[in-house]
């Protein structure tokens, strides 16, 4: 199957610093790239839709300045939590929208982020 | 917009025995229903996943059924083991692949 991987895996930073996570989709290209967000016990929510060479879909309710979005090639998105603060501790998971053998999302092994 | 309910939010089996989810779906032009098992700390896996032009499909140990006109649809796991033991989430979208709603979740735990 195809495989979607994120770096890094965990991040711990302090309140008010800003942090990238990469998202690649190794064995595919991928014009569209999903990142969500997982607080504990709970479900995935999508946060934004990445489409590679034009600015992202922000869902109602997620700060587009503060969480920046860049696609910037077909293997690649990233997301940069700005000022971060505790409450944006979560499980940042993305994935990748794969059209080519059938339109499937492939998710990404996820990041933890943790702000002190 | 569209709004995934599941049930369980969680489920306890014997080792051997059948687990069902169920899920229901409120949008009606939502076409592409796939489910996710998520173990601890790593991201969702799709297991199966059911388009609204087939009612039922089947892997294997899982399988997913479909009723369009109850917008429900649930999945199915026989012989479990205890590698089943995950979170299981459902998902609906009106875009075939994309755009996904998740279900809250259900807890799986398989006792050996």
């Known amino acids: 199957g195809a495989v979607v991987s994120q770096h890094p895996s965990w991040v711990i930073c302090k309140s008010g610093t800003s942090v990238k996570i990469e998202c690649r989709s190794l064995d595919f290209q991928a014009t569209t790239m999903f990142w969500y967000r997982q607080f504990p016990k709970q479900s995935l929510m999508l946060m934004a839709t990445?489409?590679?060479?034009?600015?992202?879909?922000?869902e109602q309710g997620v700060e587009k300045d503060k969480f920046l979005i860049n696609h910037a090639s077909l293997t690649l998105s990233t997301l940069t939590v700005t000022s971060a603060h505790p409450e944006d501790s979560s499980f940042y998971i993305c994935s990748a929208f794969r059209t080519s053998g059938g339109d499937e999302q492939f998710f990404g092994p996820g990041t933890r982020l943790t702000v002190l | 917009g569209e709004n995934v309910e599941q049930h369980p939010s969680t489920l306890s089996v014997q080792e051997g025995d059948s687990a069902v989810i169920k899920c229901t779906y409120s949008?009606?032009?939502?076409?592409?229903f796939p489910w996710y098992k998520q173990e601890l700390g790593k991201g969702p896996q799709l297991i199966i996943d059911i388009r609204s032009n087939v009612g039922e499909k089947k892997d294997q140990r899982i399988a997913v059924t479909l009723n369009k006109t109850a917008k429900h649809f649930s999945l199915h796991i026989t012989e479990t083991q205890p590698e089943d033991s995950a979170v299981y989430f459902c998902a609906a979208s009106r875009s075939g692949g994309q755009n996904f709603v998740f279900g809250p979740g259900t807890r799986l735990s398989v006792l050996p």
């Open positions: 990445s489409n590679e060479g034009s600015k992202a879909t922000y």
């Open positions: 949008d009606s032009a939502s076409n592409y």
